[in-house]
């Protein structure tokens, strides 16, 4: 029996240190406590690049460009009741001060350091591309 695919894009925010956005998932929802990139589902008729644009700003207040949303890698991984498909963009470029908007925990954080943060089964193999990169 197939799972249903579920598309939700992730954005690796990175600021002049190279520290990278961390975003706690807060209590009431699935995998709540649980640390990830912020990002969203992309919705009917979105790209992903015009998911990341608009989750960043509902979530954490900040405004950035399709420019300044760079591919890095995906993941790809099964959950009970669906399939995830997530890609991965890294930006380095946005304005404003990243701030909780939805009730969640945020934090700066060396890639080397992510293993100390529990994630999602989905992001947590997305970290040695960004131990890589940064």
């Known amino acids: 029996m197939s799972k249903r695919i579920l598309l939700v894009a ?3 925010l990175v600021d002049a240190d190279g520290r990278v956005l961390l975003a706690q998932r807060p209590e ?4 709540a406590g649980m640390w990830e990139f912020p990002g969203g589902k992309v919705e009917p008729g979105e ?3 015009e ?9 954490i207040g ?3 460009k399709v420019a ?3 591919p890095l890698t995906f993941a790809s991984h099964s959950y009970e009741d669906f399939h995830l498909l997530m890609p991965l963009y890294v930006c380095r470029r946005f304005e404003g001060t990243p701030h909780p908007r939805e009730g969640q925990a945020l934090k700066w954080v060396r890639p080397r350091q992510m293993r100390d943060y529990p994630m999602p089964p ?4 997305l970290i040695p591309f960004l131990i890589d990169l940064l």
Do not use: M, S, V, W
């Open 47 to 49: 790209t992903p690049e």
């Open 68 to 70: 300044c949303l760079a």
């Open 28 to 31: 009431g929802k699935a995998l």
């Open 10 to 12: 992730a954005c690796a």
């Open 51 to 59: 998911t990341l644009i608009r989750e960043l700003h509902e979530e």
């Open 62 to 64: 900040i405004e950035t």
């Open 122 to 125: 989905a992001d947590e193999p």
